[in-house]
């Protein structure tokens, strides 16, 4: 089944403790990217990535990383989480091709306190 | 840079009735994409319809339709007989054309939230 994993899909930690969320894809797509959804503000993108070890900023990257090693995973780093960035995340992944709709994770709700 | 509007934030509609949801957008891009999104409880993002800009025939899926005005940079999402588990949140979505080489991001809206009434 084509799928994009996100783990976990709930996590509540403190501030400045690091934090990993994985995600991975087994639909051989090129094309990856992190949205945060907060409300009032709908999806916004984080950080996204066009092949492997190819990535970029999208339009709220402060305070997180990624990395592209591998085709099929797509990680957000929070090195040292606060608190604004307690938020609803998705992955999302898709042919390079903007005609290929993008499939996304099931979201993982992050709570920093 | 491409923004979408969603400006009802809440919406009603009676359980076999109609209901449209309104979107518009900004963009100086002539090729692009069009996408509505639902998200239930569960959270989950998914796909109910899209649009090519280039295509004049607006989509349809069902009981999902759009009507596609691109010199008025309008997306509105009607849903027909509507069904309890129609309630959710709705996003509109904007993409540009792109084959490779660029970033094929989502701009979204707000979103609405959409109750049904039995």
């Known amino acids: 089944e084509a799928q994009v994993t996100q783990n976990p899909r709930y996590l509540i930690t403190v501030t400045g403790k690091k934090l990993t969320v994985t995600c991975s894809q087994n639909?051989?797509?090129?094309?990856m990217s992190w949205y945060r959804q907060d409300p009032g503000l709908g999806l916004r993108q984080i950080y996204y990535?066009?092949?492997?070890?190819?990535?970029d900023k999208g339009d709220v990257p402060e305070g997180y990383k990624v990395s592209r090693k591998e085709k099929r995973n797509f990680p957000l780093i929070l090195e040292s989480p606060s608190p604004n960035q307690t938020s609803l995340y998705f992955c999302?992944?898709?042919?390079?091709?903007?005609?290929?709709?993008?499939?996304f994770g099931d979201g993982t709700r992050l709570s920093i306190l | 840079a491409q923004t979408v509007t969603q400006s009802q934030p809440e919406m009603s509609v009676q359980e076999a009735e109609t209901v449209t949801l309104s979107c518009t957008y900004d963009?100086?891009?002539?090729?692009?994409?069009l996408f509505w999104y639902k998200q239930p409880p569960s959270r989950q993002m998914i796909l109910v319809i899209r649009?090519?800009?280039?295509?004049?025939q607006n989509a349809t899926e069902n009981r999902f339709s759009v009507n596609f005005q691109k010199a008025a940079k309008s997306f509105s999402l009607k849903i027909s007989d509507s069904q309890l588990g129609d309630a959710a949140m709705y996003f509109c979505a904007y993409r540009s054309y792109t084959l490779t080489g660029a970033n094929s991001k989502l701009t979204f809206g707000k979103g609405i939230t959409l109750s049904v009434r039995p």
């Open positions: 649009q090519e800009a280039y295509k004049q």
């Open positions: 963009t100086s891009e002539s090729d692009y994409y």
């Open positions: 639909m051989n797509h090129e094309y």
């Open positions: 990535s066009m092949n492997v070890e190819v990535t």
């Open positions: 999302a992944s898709n042919q390079h091709d903007s005609n290929q709709p993008q499939h």
